[in-house]
């Protein structure tokens, strides 16, 4: 069975600095594809940034990078520049591409952002 | 364009009630999918429902159980509350056709029961 694993309750950052947050999964499937989703306090799940496993491009978005180590089965997040707005909780998540439906997420990161 | 919307926003039951949550997909969506996440965890799936069925599961018991309307629309029922069915519902919707299932999540339903 896949699991996903942030092995980092929490994580603070001053803003502007740069933090990473980690999460490794394990899989015997080939081809899956690898999510950060952020929660904020109103609770909508929102996503950050997604990453196929055939890829071997590390996914950006804006201030939002990922650091992708397929055979370590490692899929951390960077935040760069962090704002006041980034604080939230990060839930790394998983989904195989061999036709099941069911998005497998990790415990999450709370994330602070310190002024 | 609406996102995904849930109903009621917080509920408060008893032991061994019976509730129903519902769920509007987003606009052109056709696929919904329900999870629970209990405090402090990510969250759990309980079932995805395409084409009014039921087409995937995931480990929960048979109190949890759904429904999918010609709409799109879909209804979460648990019977029987336990005090460990606590948690926030989440749904979320999708197109069936989209490559990864991508989904869109709701606000959630903060289910108590006491």
Redesign the interface.
């Known amino acids: 069975a896949q699991t ?1 694993t ?1 092995s980092q309750p929490e994580m603070s950052v001053q803003e502007a600095e740069t933090v990473t947050l980690s999460c490794t999964y394990d899989t015997s499937e080939s081809d899956y ?1 690898l999510f950060w ?1 952020k929660q904020p306090p ?6 950050v940034i ?1 990453q ?1 496993a055939y890829k071997q491009q590390n996914a950006t978005e804006n201030r939002f990078s990922v650091n992708f180590q397929k055979a370590a089965k490692s899929f951390s997040l960077k935040i760069s520049d962090s704002q006041l707005g980034d604080a939230a909780m990060y ?1 790394c ?1 998983y ?1 195989s ?1 061999s036709g ?9 990161t709370r994330l602070k952002v310190l002024a | 364009d609406a996102g995904v919307t849930q109903s009621p926003t917080h509920l408060i039951k008893t032991r061994g009630q019976q509730v129903t949550l519902r769920c509007s997909p987003k606009s052109g969506h056709d696929t919904v999918s329900w999870y629970q996440q209990a405090l402090g965890q990510g969250p759990q799936f309980i079932f995805q429902y395409y084409e009014e069925e039921e087409r995937q599961r995931g480990n929960f018991p048979d109190r949890f159980s759904g429904h999918q309307f010609p709409n799109y629309s879909s209804e979460l029922n648990v019977n029987a509350l336990l005090l460990g069915d606590s948690a926030l519902y989440l749904c979320a919707s999708s197109v069936d056709t989209s490559a990864y299932n991508e989904q869109f999540f709701g606000p959630g339903t903060r289910l108590t029961v006491l």
């Open positions: 996903v942030q594809y989703y109103s609770r909508q799940m929102i996503l997604r196929e839930f998540a989904i591409d099941t439906y069911k998005y497998i997420f990790g415990t999450g």
